[in-house]
C-alpha cells in the first residue's frame, strides 16, 4: 500500500513537472517557445487559449521584444465587426509559427483558419518566424479579458515595415 501511495505520489509530481515545464505566460511566449523548438513540449493552441482564459497569463510583457518605446505598438479593434475568435487567431499563428522560416516571403494571405485570418501587406520579405511574433503580440496587447475576440494589427518583429493583420477573413 505505501508503494502504491509513493508511485502515484511520483506520477502526480511528474505531471506538474511536465506541465510547469511548458507554461508560458503571454502569448509572445508560447511563440517564441515554438519557434525555438517546433517539436518541443510546446503548449498547443487549446493549451495557450485555456491557460489566458483561466488567468494563467500576466499583463502583456513589460519587454517590447526588441522595440523601442516609440516605436508604434498595436493597433486593436481598428475596424468594426472584423473580429475573428482568439482561439481562430491562435491556430493561425501556430501554423505560421512551425513554417519554414523563409514560406512567408511575398505572401499576403499567411493564414486561414475558420473565423481568423492572418495577412501581411506582402511588400516586405519577413520570415514566418517575424510573422508569427507579430502575431503574438497582437494577442497580448489586443485580447480583452472576457471576451473570446480579438482584431488587431502589427509590424512583423524584427521588420517595421510588414503589417501583420489578424482579423476575421
Known sequence: MVKLILCVASLLAL????AAAKAVTSFSEWVDGI?????????TPGEVVDAFKSGNFTTPPAGTYGRSVLQKRA????QPNTECLIVDAVACINAVARRGANDCHGVYMQCQINTAA????????SSCNDV??????????????GND???????AFGN???LVRLRRP
Open 15 to 18: 505531471g506538474q513537472t511536465a
Open 35 to 43: 519557434i525555438a523548438d517546433p517539436t518541443g513540449d510546446n503548449m
Open 75 to 78: 493597433s486593436c479593434y481598428e
Open 118 to 125: 492572418m495577412t501581411t501587406d506582402g511588400n516586405t520579405d
Open 132 to 145: 508569427a511574433r507579430g502575431g503574438g503580440f497582437i494577442l497580448d496587447h489586443c485580447v480583452r479579458s
Open 149 to 155: 475576440w480579438v482584431e488587431g494589427s502589427e509590424f
Open 160 to 162: 517595421g515595415g510588414e
